[in-house]
């Protein structure tokens, strides 16, 4: 309740009364197991990151192919309708907050290190495959997921549609990734 409830309007506008109320429960019962809004909150990133986990590990081993598994991560992490809207809309809070310090660093840190993990992994594995072009693995998974929160950010605020944000994303894993881009942008332009 409390993650739904935040997603949709925002920690600082959400009353743990609510989140009870919500749950049918007291407002002490809450904070039995939650003694502040702020534990609640970063429990909330943690369940994110199990949504997520949840989604890759059902479905990533079943796409064959590492450019085809980059892109279905990608698919399954669009800030869309629903519960992908919901995740972003936490993960954007949890980075606000601790931007300004009142969020637990560790924890962003450490579910962040989750999703940098596997995209490095696909980014490997493609390499070792020799679909993606060579070079440290470090700069191009931080390149793809920095361009990943930064479309996802421009979702969330209504300046791009998820689809815009896919395709755009696509284009930059058959542009710069993919090794025959890689290829075609070292030769220059084909006639």
């Known amino acids: 309740a409390g993650w739904r409830l935040f997603a949709s309007r925002g920690v600082h506008e959400v009353r743990i009364s609510e989140i009870a109320a919500e749950c049918e429960v007291s407002t002490s019962a809450v904070y039995y197991y939650f003694p502040s809004k702020r534990e609640l909150f970063e429990e909330t990133l943690r369940y994110s990151v199990k949504l997520a986990f949840d989604r890759q590990v059902a479905s990533l081993h079943l796409v064959d192919g590492p450019e085809e598994r980059l892109k279905h991560l990608i698919g399954l992490q669009l800030p869309a309708e629903g519960t992908g809207a919901s995740e972003w809309s ?21 579910a962040y290190r989750r999703w940098y993990r596997t995209v490095f992994d696909v980014l490997r594995e493609g390499q070792e495959a020799g679909v993606f072009v060579p070079g440290p693995i470090e700069d191009l998974a931080t390149q793809l997921t920095s361009l990943i929160d930064g479309l996802g950010i421009k979702v969330l605020v209504g300046t791009i549609g998820a689809e815009d944000m896919r395709s755009h994303i696509h284009s930059f894993i058959d542009r710069v990734l993919a090794v025959d881009a890689g290829a075609t942008a070292a030769s220059g332009p084909r006639d």
């Open 90 to 110: 936490i993960w954007l809070q949890s980075w606000s907050e601790v931007a300004v310090g009142a969020g637990a660093q560790e924890n962003q840190s450490q």
